[in-house]
T-cell receptor, first 114, second 113 residues
């Protein structure tokens, strides 16, 4: 079975600083990869996704992520964080074949200092 | 465009009482539907998913059940709530083609006292 690890439970950055959220997965083949964002008390919103092709994917709100097959990673980045980016971020993995059963990481809480 | 609704938004129930949470999707047909539970600091736990009317797959055995009486309606139920059922319940849908992302509802905050 696949697994997803988000090693950072909390990350604190200053507004305007760069950001990288880590995501590592365990799966026998290249899965479909997703990053979602969740504001307090709300549902999840898709930031970006990777299925195949270019390993650097662009998403909404200025986020990007890079798929590195050799490291089984799909890290999320943003060059300059805004206070409104404070939220919970989830990495998700879906097998590329068979039933669409997502596995989510435990999430990383982003705190932004002014 | 497609929208997903969940109700109620919040619910406080005593232990041992029944539960019914509803999720409906508009603007699409034959979606795959999912129920998740999110406990504080513990990510999303998939509870049930459905690929069609009357087709329910359970991922976690517990005192919850799910039903899909109509194509775009997904219901989460319990006959007797436990304290451990407290959490944030999220419904999601996706189209049945490989690779499509999920779209999440606003969630229901359930507190069992």
């Amino acid at each position: 079975a696949q697994s997803v690890t988000q090693p950072d439970i909390h990350i604190t950055v200053s507004e305007g600083a760069s950001l990288e959220l880590r995501c590592n997965y365990s799966y026998g083949a290249t899965p479909y990869l997703f990053w979602y964002v969740q504001s307090p008390g709300q549902g999840l919103q898709l930031l970006l996704k990777y299925f195949s092709g270019d390993t650097l994917v662009q998403g909404i709100k200025g986020f990007e992520a890079e798929f590195k097959r050799s490291q089984s990673s799909f890290n999320l980045r943003k060059p300059s964080v805004h206070w409104s980016d404070a939220a919970e971020y989830f990495c998700a993995v879906v097998p590329s074949g068979g039933s669409y059963i997502p596995t989510f990481g435990r999430g990383t809480s982003l705190i932004v200092h002014p | 465009s497609q929208t997903i609704h969940q109700w109620p938004a919040t619910l406080v129930q005593p232990v041992g009482s029944p539960l019914s949470l509803e999720c409906t999707v508009e603007g699409t047909s034959n979606p795959n539907l999912y129920w998740y539970r999110q406990a504080a600091g513990r990510g999303l736990q998939l509870l049930f998913y459905s690929v069609g009317i009357g087709q329910i797959s359970s991922e976690v055995p517990q005192n919850l059940s799910a039903s899909r009486p109509q194509d775009r309606q997904f219901i989460l139920s319990s006959k007797k709530l436990l304290l451990s059922d407290s959490g944030f319940y999220l419904c999601a849908w996706r189209l049945g083609r490989s690779g499509n992302e999920q779209f999440f509802g606003p969630g229901t905050r359930l507190t069992v006292l």
